[in-house]
Protein backbone atom coordinates (compact mmCIF):
# COMPACT_ATOMS: atom_id res chain seq x y z
CA UNK A 1 0.00 0.00 0.00
CA UNK A 2 1.03 3.34 -0.77
CA UNK A 3 1.98 6.19 1.61
CA UNK A 4 -1.07 8.26 2.65
CA UNK A 5 1.46 11.62 1.66
CA UNK A 6 -0.48 14.98 1.41
CA UNK A 7 0.62 17.46 -1.57
CA UNK A 8 1.81 19.75 0.95
CA UNK A 9 3.65 16.85 2.86
CA UNK A 10 5.46 15.54 -0.26
CA UNK A 11 6.71 18.79 -1.15
CA UNK A 12 8.46 19.07 2.59
CA UNK A 13 9.87 15.69 2.46
CA UNK A 14 11.27 16.73 -0.93
CA UNK A 15 9.18 13.34 -2.38
CA UNK A 16 9.81 13.26 -6.33
CA UNK A 17 6.68 14.25 -8.19
CA UNK A 18 5.10 16.79 -5.74
CA UNK A 19 4.62 20.52 -7.55
CA UNK A 20 5.93 23.29 -5.72
CA UNK A 21 4.52 25.45 -8.97
CA UNK A 22 0.93 26.33 -6.46
CA UNK A 23 0.88 28.63 -3.66
CA UNK A 24 0.69 27.69 0.04
CA UNK A 25 -3.02 28.56 0.13
CA UNK A 26 -3.68 25.92 -2.74
CA UNK A 27 -1.67 23.47 -2.23
CA UNK A 28 -3.39 22.99 1.48
CA UNK A 29 -6.44 22.57 -0.44
CA UNK A 30 -5.13 20.23 -2.82
CA UNK A 31 -3.83 18.27 0.06
CA UNK A 32 -7.26 18.54 1.27
CA UNK A 33 -9.32 17.47 -1.60
CA UNK A 34 -6.94 14.20 -1.95
CA UNK A 35 -7.63 13.29 1.61
CA UNK A 36 -11.50 13.59 1.00
CA UNK A 37 -11.56 11.84 -2.59
CA UNK A 38 -9.63 8.65 -1.07
CA UNK A 39 -11.07 8.67 1.96
CA UNK A 40 -14.78 8.87 -0.25
CA UNK A 41 -13.92 5.88 -2.42
CA UNK A 42 -14.15 3.57 1.10
CA UNK A 43 -17.69 5.19 1.15
CA UNK A 44 -18.44 3.14 -1.89
CA UNK A 45 -17.47 0.00 -0.64
CA UNK A 46 -19.29 0.98 2.62
CA UNK A 47 -22.17 1.11 0.92
CA UNK A 48 -21.85 -1.70 -1.42
CA UNK A 49 -21.87 0.14 -4.67
CA UNK A 50 -19.01 -1.34 -5.92
CA UNK A 51 -16.86 -4.24 -6.93
CA UNK A 52 -13.47 -4.85 -7.38
CA UNK A 53 -11.89 -2.00 -8.83
CA UNK A 54 -15.32 -0.43 -10.34
CA UNK A 55 -16.32 3.20 -9.90
CA UNK A 56 -15.14 6.37 -9.65
CA UNK A 57 -15.20 9.71 -6.94
CA UNK A 58 -13.70 12.72 -8.47
CA UNK A 59 -13.76 16.37 -6.64
CA UNK A 60 -13.47 19.89 -7.84
CA UNK A 61 -10.20 21.84 -6.28
CA UNK A 62 -12.12 24.73 -5.48
CA UNK A 63 -10.87 28.02 -6.26
CA UNK A 64 -8.85 26.91 -9.12
CA UNK A 65 -9.48 24.99 -12.62
CA UNK A 66 -8.34 21.40 -10.71
CA UNK A 67 -9.81 18.47 -10.18
CA UNK A 68 -8.91 14.77 -8.00
CA UNK A 69 -9.76 11.66 -9.62
CA UNK A 70 -8.76 8.25 -8.58
CA UNK A 71 -6.19 6.11 -10.62
CA UNK A 72 -7.88 3.39 -12.91
CA UNK A 73 -8.34 -0.02 -12.00
CA UNK A 74 -6.45 0.29 -8.53
CA UNK A 75 -8.16 -2.26 -5.46
CA UNK A 76 -9.73 0.26 -3.28
CA UNK A 77 -7.22 -1.38 -0.59
CA UNK A 78 -4.57 1.29 -1.68
CA UNK A 79 -6.66 4.13 -2.64
CA UNK A 80 -4.78 6.72 -0.66
CA UNK A 81 -3.97 10.57 -1.00
CA UNK A 82 -0.57 10.26 -2.49
CA UNK A 83 -1.90 7.98 -5.61
CA UNK A 84 -4.59 10.14 -5.97
CA UNK A 85 -4.46 12.19 -9.70
CA UNK A 86 -4.45 16.02 -10.21
CA UNK A 87 -5.91 16.78 -13.56
CA UNK A 88 -6.59 19.99 -15.24
CA UNK A 89 -10.81 20.65 -16.39
CA UNK A 90 -9.41 19.15 -19.75
CA UNK A 91 -8.85 16.08 -17.62
CA UNK A 92 -5.11 15.93 -18.96
CA UNK A 93 -2.97 15.23 -15.81
CA UNK A 94 -0.85 17.78 -13.91
CA UNK A 95 2.37 16.82 -14.47
CA UNK A 96 5.00 16.41 -11.28
CA UNK A 97 2.45 15.94 -9.03
CA UNK A 98 1.84 12.75 -7.14
CA UNK A 99 0.04 10.15 -8.64
CA UNK A 100 0.94 11.83 -11.92
CA UNK A 101 2.57 8.37 -12.93
CA UNK A 102 -0.90 6.36 -13.04
CA UNK A 103 -3.41 6.60 -15.39
CA UNK A 104 -6.31 8.06 -14.57
CA UNK A 105 -9.80 7.17 -14.29
CA UNK A 106 -11.08 5.61 -17.16
CA UNK A 107 -14.17 8.14 -16.79
CA UNK A 108 -11.34 11.01 -16.25
CA UNK A 109 -12.63 13.01 -19.77
CA UNK A 110 -16.20 12.71 -18.41
CA UNK A 111 -15.65 14.36 -14.99
CA UNK A 112 -13.79 16.53 -16.60
CA UNK A 113 -16.32 17.47 -19.10
CA UNK A 114 -19.38 18.20 -16.45
CA UNK A 115 -16.79 20.44 -14.26
CA UNK A 116 -16.35 22.75 -17.10
CA UNK A 117 -19.74 22.74 -18.16
CA UNK A 118 -21.59 22.83 -14.66
CA UNK A 119 -19.93 25.39 -12.64
CA UNK A 120 -22.01 24.51 -9.79
CA UNK A 121 -20.74 20.95 -9.62
CA UNK A 122 -17.79 20.41 -7.17
CA UNK A 123 -18.34 16.12 -7.13
CA UNK A 124 -19.03 13.30 -9.54
CA UNK A 125 -19.17 9.77 -8.58
CA UNK A 126 -20.02 6.89 -10.95
CA UNK A 127 -20.59 3.32 -9.70
CA UNK A 128 -22.33 0.15 -11.11
CA UNK A 129 -24.41 -0.37 -7.87
CA UNK A 130 -26.81 -3.16 -8.83
CA UNK A 131 -29.92 -1.91 -8.52
CA UNK A 132 -29.62 1.57 -9.92
CA UNK A 133 -27.43 -0.09 -12.99
CA UNK A 134 -30.42 -2.93 -13.57
CA UNK A 135 -32.84 0.49 -14.13
CA UNK A 136 -29.80 1.54 -16.36
CA UNK A 137 -29.57 -1.81 -18.33
CA UNK A 138 -33.55 -1.47 -18.87
CA UNK A 139 -33.26 2.19 -20.00
CA UNK A 140 -35.97 3.00 -17.86
CA UNK A 141 -36.46 6.11 -15.52
CA UNK A 142 -36.93 5.29 -11.80
CA UNK A 143 -40.67 6.55 -11.57
CA UNK A 144 -41.54 9.25 -8.20
CA UNK A 145 -42.86 6.81 -6.20
CA UNK A 146 -41.71 7.48 -2.72
CA UNK A 147 -41.41 10.84 -0.25
CA UNK A 148 -37.55 9.58 0.01
CA UNK A 149 -37.09 10.25 -4.18
CA UNK A 150 -38.87 13.37 -3.62
CA UNK A 151 -36.99 14.39 -1.07
CA UNK A 152 -33.55 14.02 -2.65
CA UNK A 153 -34.03 13.84 -6.77
CA UNK A 154 -37.39 16.38 -6.90
CA UNK A 155 -38.99 13.84 -9.78
CA UNK A 156 -38.25 11.18 -11.68
CA UNK A 157 -34.54 9.90 -11.92
CA UNK A 158 -33.99 10.27 -16.07
CA UNK A 159 -31.63 7.77 -18.10
CA UNK A 160 -29.01 9.73 -20.00
CA UNK A 161 -27.84 7.95 -23.72
CA UNK A 162 -25.65 5.27 -24.59
CA UNK A 163 -22.00 6.62 -24.47
CA UNK A 164 -18.73 4.99 -25.07
CA UNK A 165 -16.55 5.11 -22.19
CA UNK A 166 -12.73 6.66 -22.49
CA UNK A 167 -13.74 9.87 -23.83
CA UNK A 168 -16.19 12.85 -23.15
CA UNK A 169 -19.45 11.18 -24.46
CA UNK A 170 -20.54 10.22 -21.26
CA UNK A 171 -20.15 13.43 -19.41
CA UNK A 172 -21.71 15.19 -22.72
CA UNK A 173 -24.77 12.85 -21.69
CA UNK A 174 -24.52 13.61 -17.96
CA UNK A 175 -24.55 17.34 -18.75
CA UNK A 176 -27.44 17.37 -21.12
CA UNK A 177 -30.02 15.29 -19.12
CA UNK A 178 -28.95 16.64 -15.52
CA UNK A 179 -28.52 20.52 -16.48
CA UNK A 180 -31.85 22.22 -15.69
CA UNK A 181 -32.69 19.02 -14.04
CA UNK A 182 -33.34 18.88 -10.11
CA UNK A 183 -31.91 15.19 -10.08
CA UNK A 184 -28.28 14.34 -8.99
CA UNK A 185 -28.60 11.01 -10.57
CA UNK A 186 -28.51 9.89 -14.31
CA UNK A 187 -28.92 5.88 -15.30
CA UNK A 188 -26.76 6.04 -18.27
CA UNK A 189 -27.99 3.76 -20.49
CA UNK A 190 -26.71 0.45 -21.05
CA UNK A 191 -23.93 1.44 -18.13
CA UNK A 192 -25.44 2.70 -14.65
CA UNK A 193 -26.11 5.60 -12.81
CA UNK A 194 -23.24 8.59 -12.29
CA UNK A 195 -24.26 11.51 -9.62
CA UNK A 196 -23.50 15.27 -9.22
CA UNK A 197 -23.11 17.45 -5.78
CA UNK A 198 -22.20 20.52 -4.49
CA UNK A 199 -18.75 18.91 -3.71
CA UNK A 200 -17.64 15.07 -3.59
CA UNK A 201 -19.06 13.57 -0.39
CA UNK A 202 -22.65 15.32 -1.22
CA UNK A 203 -22.27 13.14 -5.06
CA UNK A 204 -21.39 10.06 -3.16
CA UNK A 205 -25.12 10.72 -1.04
CA UNK A 206 -26.37 10.72 -4.16
CA UNK A 207 -25.08 7.63 -5.09
CA UNK A 208 -26.02 6.01 -1.70
CA UNK A 209 -29.56 6.99 -2.59
CA UNK A 210 -30.07 6.30 -5.77
CA UNK A 211 -29.52 2.59 -5.34
CA UNK A 212 -31.79 2.91 -2.28
CA UNK A 213 -34.91 4.11 -4.55
CA UNK A 214 -33.71 1.64 -7.31
CA UNK A 215 -33.88 -1.32 -4.82
CA UNK A 216 -37.28 0.27 -3.50
CA UNK A 217 -39.08 0.81 -7.04
CA UNK A 218 -37.71 -3.06 -7.98
CA UNK A 219 -39.27 -4.15 -4.76
CA UNK A 220 -42.93 -2.10 -5.04
CA UNK A 221 -42.92 -3.41 -8.79
CA UNK A 222 -43.03 -6.91 -7.64
CA UNK A 223 -45.75 -6.32 -5.63
CA UNK A 224 -47.88 -4.20 -7.77
CA UNK A 225 -47.78 -0.69 -9.98
CA UNK A 226 -46.32 1.93 -7.62
CA UNK A 227 -48.39 4.53 -8.17
CA UNK A 228 -46.20 8.06 -8.92
CA UNK A 229 -46.75 11.25 -6.31
CA UNK A 230 -48.71 14.75 -7.75
CA UNK A 231 -46.28 17.15 -8.61
CA UNK A 232 -47.42 19.52 -5.94
CA UNK A 233 -46.57 17.20 -3.16
CA UNK A 234 -43.34 16.30 -5.07
CA UNK A 235 -42.71 20.10 -5.09
CA UNK A 236 -43.44 20.66 -1.75
CA UNK A 237 -41.48 17.67 -0.50
CA UNK A 238 -38.75 18.80 -2.18
CA UNK A 239 -38.24 22.22 -0.76
CA UNK A 240 -38.92 20.56 2.43
CA UNK A 241 -35.67 18.64 2.66
CA UNK A 242 -33.54 20.99 0.30
CA UNK A 243 -34.32 23.88 2.75
CA UNK A 244 -35.39 22.70 6.09
CA UNK A 245 -34.55 19.11 7.12
CA UNK A 246 -31.74 18.55 9.12
CA UNK A 247 -28.99 20.84 10.68
CA UNK A 248 -27.73 21.97 7.53
CA UNK A 249 -30.06 21.36 4.30
CA UNK A 250 -27.69 19.95 1.39
CA UNK A 251 -28.10 18.21 -1.92
CA UNK A 252 -29.53 21.03 -3.98
CA UNK A 253 -27.83 21.92 -6.88
CA UNK A 254 -29.32 25.18 -7.76
O1 LIG B 1 -17.51 1.62 -15.87
C1 LIG B 1 -16.49 2.25 -15.80
C2 LIG B 1 -16.06 3.04 -16.93
O2 LIG B 1 -17.09 3.96 -17.20
C3 LIG B 1 -15.68 2.33 -14.58
O3 LIG B 1 -16.47 2.40 -13.44
C4 LIG B 1 -14.83 1.18 -14.32
O4 LIG B 1 -15.62 0.18 -13.75
C5 LIG B 1 -13.78 1.64 -13.38
O5 LIG B 1 -12.91 2.37 -14.10
P1 LIG B 1 -11.70 3.13 -13.46
O6 LIG B 1 -12.25 4.36 -12.79
O7 LIG B 1 -11.02 2.20 -12.48
O8 LIG B 1 -10.86 3.40 -14.68
Redesign the pocket.
Known amino acids: MESHVSERQAVRAGIPGASTDFTPELQVTIARVREDVAALHAELVRYGL?V?????VSARVPGADLFV??????SYDELAPANMILCDLDGAIIPDTPGADR??????A?HAHVYRNMPEVGGVV???SPYATAWAARGEAIPCVLTAIADEFGGDIPVGPFAV??DAS?GEGIVSTLTGHRSRAVL?QG??PFTIGSDARDAVKAAVMVEDAARAVHLARQLGDPQRLPAATIDALFARYQNVYGQHPDGALS
Do not use: F, L
Request: a neutral charge; proline letters at 7%.
Open positions: VWTGGNIKPSGVAPSSDTAHTHIGIMHG
